[in-house]
């Protein structure tokens, strides 16, 4: 004879918790600590950056906005509000648009040689170069010396009477130019500190923008019948893109704020005798120290950071177009081709 056990009935797990008469489940400290760190964790990471800029650009930003609406002078302080004077009487200045003229000249001078050198360098320095690192040591080694330094003997290279650059054009039958004198030799001269000391500095930026690349993109190039010329216009430009737009945007701003070149290009520092290459940041310097006049330096300083931006924006523009979307359309076909073949060559490996 069988006897069978009575089974205790069992509640489903989801109808427990569905059970309305439950009592909440509590969350535990390190539950809820865990929680925190996941959705609070990241914004601390990336918080010293953005503590570190407030203190040490946007604070300066602001508090030089502030200075520009007052009276303010080096030695006595505050005055009083008076609003959009300083800007509107620096606007009037003859020599505050001769120094933009100035600055914008140098500027060009500088850096577009000097962005084309230094793509053209790295791509050099990107192919089967014999003591490839010291090639890459050496292009660096400018950027390592003091602007001072650099200055002051590329001022006597170029001095009007007894440099060495005129020595070497009078040896080939040319005449001397006026280095000091004449407002686009200056330029030419300051421009020409400007690209030895920061092309090689770029050279290396884009070597890295380079060296990332795939070496496939440029094995399917090569299949295709592309020369270097054409690799380098149809592949490399294209793929270092965002690296040419950062180049270009960094370039532009510390280009419109120069200061040591043209500052040491003569014992006076003045920028010449009829202010040939006196630059914005020159004049700035002129109305704080030496007119003691803080809120108009304060407004040139605003004015100069205005320029810098409208600058920005449109070498970004420029370069987003020469390096447009139909090449990177381009690079993502040869792409395509390329990892087409790698897996027919795997598969026929494999077959085989």
């Known amino acids: 004879m ?3 056990t009575p089974t205790r009935p069992r509640r489903s797990r ?4 569905s059970d309305p008469s439950a009592p ?6 390190r539950q809820t600590l865990g929680r925190w760190d996941v959705k609070i964790s990241p914004y601390l990471y990336i918080s010293p950056f953005f503590v570190v800029f407030a203190i040490t650009g946007l604070f300066p930003l602001l508090y030089t906005g502030f200075v520009s609406l007052h009276e303010w002078d080096l030695l006595g302080g505050q005055g009083a509000f008076i609003g959009l004077e300083n800007f509107s009487w620096v606007l009037d200045q003859a020599f505050f648009w001769k120094a933009l003229r100035n600055t914008v000249s140098i500027f060009l001078l500088s850096s577009v040689p000097q962005v084309l050198m230094a793509l053209m360098l ?3 320095l990107h192919a089967n170069l014999r003591a490839r690192t010291f090639w890459r040591m050496g292009v660096l080694l400018p950027y390592v010396v003091a602007p001072v330094a650099v200055a002051l003997v590329f001022s006597k290279m170029f001095a009007d009477d007894s440099g060495m650059i005129n020595a070497i054009l009078e ?6 130019i006026a280095w000091h004198s004449d407002p686009l030799a200056s330029h030419v001269a300051i421009a020409t500190m400007v690209n030895f000391r920061w092309t090689g500095y770029n050279t290396l930026i884009f070597l890295a923008a380079m060296q990332a690349i795939p070496q496939e993109l440029y094995e399917a190039a090569v299949i295709d019948g592309a020369g270097r010329i054409r690799q380098f216009f149809s592949l490399t430009v294209p793929m270092v893109r965002p690296t040419l737009i950062f180049v270009v945007i960094t370039s532009t701003i510390g280009g419109l704020q120069i200061y040591d070149e043209p500052r040491m290009f003569d014992t006076m520092g003045q920028g010449g005798n009829d202010r040939q290459w006196t630059t914005v940041t020159l004049y700035l310097y002129e109305l704080g120290w030496r007119n003691t006049d803080l809120g108009r330096a304060a407004a040139v300083a605003w004015l100069l950071f205005l320029v810098i931006i409208v ?6 523009l420029l370069t987003r177009r020469v390096s447009g979307d139909e090449a990177a359309r381009r690079v993502d076909r040869r792409t395509a ?11 026929g490996r494999i077959a085989r």
């Open 2 to 4: 069988s006897t069978q």
């Open 14 to 17: 989801a109808r427990a918790t």
């Open 24 to 29: 909440p489940r509590r969350i535990g400290f």
């Open 122 to 124: 790295a791509a050099l």
């Open 171 to 176: 040896q080939v039958g040319m005449s001397p």
């Open 311 to 316: 600058f920005a924006i449109a070498n970004y």
């Open 337 to 347: 081709r390329a990892r087409s073949r790698a897996q027919r060559a795997d598969a």
